[in-house]
């Protein structure tokens, strides 16, 4: 699963997803894109399952890129555990997502099979998901 390294803080404050994405919102590599229309929380395992999803559809054909990454903590108290003493210990990584924010791009494929690819990987994903391309949306 994909992780940082090293981070600053160990524990940071949940925030809030409010607005569009300013970063990230535009195809930089690949032809078509995965692009998110409602802003949600992605974790790791949802990244990796989707990575997969598209490599299997495109059965190793084609380049694929990951546009986000899980750098930011969730913690969780033990179960059956009493209110206070602090807070919890971290337990996953997450990549905070905004409308507009391209999740994966894909090239060197035709335009039918990476469509069916990115829409299979927009389904594992707990946010609605368009597909588009580098010059008209589909």
Known sequence: ????????HRKVFKGRLRGNAQRGSSISFGEYALK???????????????????NRTLKRG???????????PVTKKPAETRMGKGKGSPEYWVAPVRPGRIL????GVDEKLAQKALSLAGNKLPFATKV????NTL
């Open 104 to 107: 994966y791009e894909v090239s």
């Open 62 to 72: 084609g380049k694929v890129w990951i546009r986000v990454f899980p750098d930011k």
């Open 36 to 54: 998110a229309v409602t802003a949600g929380k992605m974790t790791a395992q949802q990244i990796e399952a989707a990575r997969i999803t598209i």
């Open 132 to 135: 588009i391309a580098r010059r």
């Open 1 to 8: 699963m994909l992780s940082p390294r090293k981070v600053k």
